[in-house]
């Protein structure tokens, strides 16, 4: 049965890098290829060839083929699109949150589920600026420095995946989030001095919400429990926790209370010696007016 099909212009512009499939992301690659499998059953069901769907949907027919043989992450306008094509009401395109995740590598996933699912996190960064707090200009700069470096493709993945976490600040009801930066990481000008003005506008924004305590390490501190680096705290609604130090049991992800006690202790003698909130917001004011 032939279907007619509107005529569109085709988008013929480079694939944007950052979608294409980790092929070590089992479960990554299982998903996307469910997907695609989709995709090709209903349009086969349709009656459209794949050159046919790729005029309807505006792109070039060889991305149709990647996308139904599962080598492409299809982007949510994609399925939209195609939800639309296909006329599928609605199903194609309840996909695509699903589908945009598969996009992160695994331990960013795993790591932003435990975020999504604490009720508080508590978190004291030795060096550079916690994950959550980074404006993505300051990400993509920090994972293009790395070194050996990175395709762009995967630095335009990994930035995805890090201000994607940062959703969490949308959340209701909030969860109770606290952050312990040190003063030489808000002074560093990662990414230039209007990607660093940019920061320093984010961290003013997020220390003045209401379930968010923000505060800064000065560094005319002496020695404090942070100097082995980073200590992180997540609690949930169950009553459990997970914490991590850098210095601590190996820097292994701990759940015993014994252990998270002692994060604990360490993280609040941190606070105690950090600049107080209100002052840590006119202490980033200031280095505004600096810049």
């Known amino acids: 049965m032939d279907k007619r099909v509107d005529v569109v212009e085709v988008r013929d512009e480079p694939e944007e890098p950052g979608w294409e499939v980790d092929p070590e992301d089992e479960q990554g690659v299982a998903l996307v290829t469910f997907v695609g499998r989709q995709l090709r059953a209903r349009r086969e069901a349709s009656g459209l060839r794949a050159a046919e769907f790729a005029t309807a ?53 795993d790591l932003a589920d435990m975020e999504a699912r604490a009720v508080e996190i508590g978190a004291y960064v030795a060096h550079g600026l916690h994950g959550l707090l980074q404006t993505e200009g300051h990400a993509r700069a920090l994972f293009e420095a790395r070194r050996p470096a990175y395709a762009q493709g995967e630095v335009e993945r990994m930035t995805a995946a890090r201000t994607a976490r940062q959703s969490i600040f949308d959340r209701l009801p909030g969860p109770t989030l606290s952050f312990v930066q040190e003063e030489s990481a808000l002074r560093r000008p990662i990414g230039g001095t209007m990607e660093w003005r940019q920061q320093l506008e984010r961290l ?88």
Not at 67 to 87: H, N, Q
Not at 266 to 281: D, F, N, Q, V, W
């Open 57 to 109: 949907m505006g792109y070039g027919e060889g991305l149709v083929y990647k996308v139904e043989s599962g080598k492409r992450i299809p982007r949510p306008e994609y399925l939209e699109k195609a939800d639309e094509v296909l006329g599928a009401g609605g199903a194609v395109a309840a996909m695509k949150d699903d589908v945009a995740e598969a996009r992160y590598p695994k331990k960013v996933r």
């Open 204 to 291: 003013v924004q997020i220390g003045q919400l209401r379930n968010v305590t923000l505060q800064v390490m000065p560094t005319y501190r002496e020695a404090h429990p942070g100097m082995d680096g980073k200590i992180e705290l997540l609690k949930f609604q169950d009553g459990t926790a997970v914490g991590r130090s850098e210095g601590a049991f190996n820097g292994r992800p701990v759940t015993d209370p014994k252990q998270l006690r002692i994060l604990e202790m360490r993280y609040g003698i941190i606070r105690a010696e950090a600049l107080a909130p209100g002052e840590t917001l006119a202490f980033i004011e200031q280095l505004l007016g600096e810049t």
